[in-house]
């Protein structure tokens, strides 16, 4: 009995050791935003980060990267699925330079995602496309949104420090 716990206990460990390696992170997303739908206008601006203080609370941020997306993946951006970022500093950043074009389109395909969290909380959450050629954010609260400023989400993204943890609860 107990070589079957010893032989599950490696097989186990085994698995972890070869997730953390292979940049491989098992993300299970629990909390979700509440959503807030506006009405806009081809051609608006929107500011999605405009109204966060990342100066009050506990703020982070995760990245999470579809394997499906590595082929078209811009090359300034890790091949990890899960990165993280708490530089409030460059979400501060991020804030005054992320501004986005309303294009009334919508990507049905988006399966890479950013969360942000304030205190342990989501505050917000949207679909990300970081390709080499096409970068935007698609969510049912706003629908597909260009960045005004060419790789400005990449310039940013690319800030993120990988996540070692084989399972991660979001």
Known sequence: MNKIYIIIF???????????FTGTTIVLSVDE???NVENFKKGDT??????????????CAY???????YTNLNNLLPKRNCLKLEDKDLMNRMK?????KYTEGDVATVESYIVFYKNGKAIFKSGIVLDQNKEGFQ??????IEPITKN???????????????ILIL
């Open 46 to 59: 929107l500011d999605i980060l405009g109204k966060f203080n990342f100066n009050e609370g506990d703020w």
């Open 10 to 20: 490696f097989t186990i460990l085994l698995v972890i050791l070869i997730m953390m």
């Open 33 to 35: 935003p509440e959503k």
């Open 96 to 100: 005054q330079e992320w501004k986005m």
């Open 139 to 144: 969510s049912s609260s706003f629908g597909w």
């Open 63 to 69: 990245l999470v990267l579809s394997r499906s997306d």
């Open 152 to 166: 400005i989400i990449v310039k940013y993204c690319k800030e993120f420090k990988p996540v070692y943890w084989p």
